[in-house]
């Protein structure tokens, strides 16, 4: 039954672990067609409860199915279930450093193994700043296997009244790297010559 579900419908697996940001992931659920799983970590749960105010089990609605991030039994920890996609929203750069490895030692860093063993998408929505050079390095390793890195930097053209739409920038991109057709922000229509001046975002780099 599981082997269908996954073969039959377009499916995202979503991964949120211990870094600020939760939010990112949540959203992301939010928007998300079907068939979409949920891996949430144990540090991910105690950051919703404290950014959020909601429990691990208001995350595990948003998805159509769930799994425990210990749970190494699940059909994702195969090579042989297919999946689209796996995002991790937000990465702690722990996790992201233990991919970045090779070290799989829990279902979520499992899955991003085998994302990038099958040549399947994996995006990366890190949250952290400053970053180290050892972080940069996993980086470039990572985009070298074919990870997507994507910092959760959102942009300021659209002129952003509330977080909220930050945060549906950032959101939106990441729907935008998985193919997926959505209205969650403004994108940039050019400057016509009219409105153009010295002082303009494209000429103040």
Known sequence: MIGDLFAETMNTVVGIT????????VRLLEKLPPTKTVIVSDDAEKIARLELGISRKDIRELADSY????????PLASGSVRFDSFV????????????AAGI???LITRIASVALKERRKLVLLLRETPL???????????????????PASPAF?????????????????????????????ARWKGVTPSTRSR???????
């Open 157 to 185: 053209y659209p002129r952003p009244r509330s977080v909220d739409e930050m945060v549906d920038f950032v959101v939106g991109r990441v729907l935008d790297e998985l193919g997926i057709d959505n209205d969650l922000y």
């Open 88 to 99: 991790i929203a937000p990465c702690s750069t722990s996790t992201m450093s233990k991919i």
């Open 67 to 74: 799994y425990g991030n210990d749970d190494m039994y699940s």
């Open 18 to 25: 211990g870094a600020s940001g939760i939010v990112y992931g």
């Open 132 to 150: 180290s050079t050892i972080h940069l390095s996993n980086m470039e390793r990572l985009s070298q296997a074919g990870a997507i890195i994507m």
């Open 199 to 205: 002082g303009s975002r494209r000429t103040r780099r």
């Open 104 to 106: 799989a030692d829990n």
